[in-house]
Every structure is written in C-alpha cells, then in structure tokens.
C-alpha cells in the first residue's frame, strides 16, 4: 500500500464479504457494482500506519467538465499496476 493516495484494486466491493472470504489473498466476491479502494489519505504521522478500505462506482470515461471527486479521481486517488502471472 502506498501512501497518501487510495488505491483502486481490482476487486469488486460488498459489505460483507470479509465474514466469509479466504484467510489468504481475497479476491473480492465474483461481480458487483462498486470497486474497493485502499490506502491512507493525509493526517498526522500516527494515522500512517492506519489503512482502510471503502468503496467507489468505477467510471469508464470522465468529461473534463465532471466532478472529479464525486468519481474518485481526485489528486488523492492512485492506481498501482500489477502484472499477475
């Protein structure tokens, strides 16, 4: 996880999947309508260590005239890429 940013992951969001998920690399259930995002966002250097998760609507195509933070793609949201194997 880096820091300040959330992360969009390729996982879709459902409130309660971590009630059941496996132990080891969750995936996120099958389909859904929200991405989970992860990170850590500003604040004093305790809350560094504190991640969190939360969810957004993934969105194909913005306008340059939309409401960046209303679609999470502020200056505070990143993305990391991942090649998996």
Sequence with gaps: MGLSG???????????YY??????????????TKKVLRGYIGGDRQY????????????????KDDDYEKYGVGPQYVFRCVVNK
């Design 6 to 16: 959330s992360e969009w992951t390729n996982d879709w969001y459902a409130s309660d």
């Design 48 to 63: 560094a260590l504190t991640m969190f998760r939360q969810s957004k609507l993934p969105v194909p195509k913005i306008d």
């Design 19 to 32: 009630s059941h998920s496996p132990v080891n690399d969750p995936q996120g259930p099958a389909q859904g």
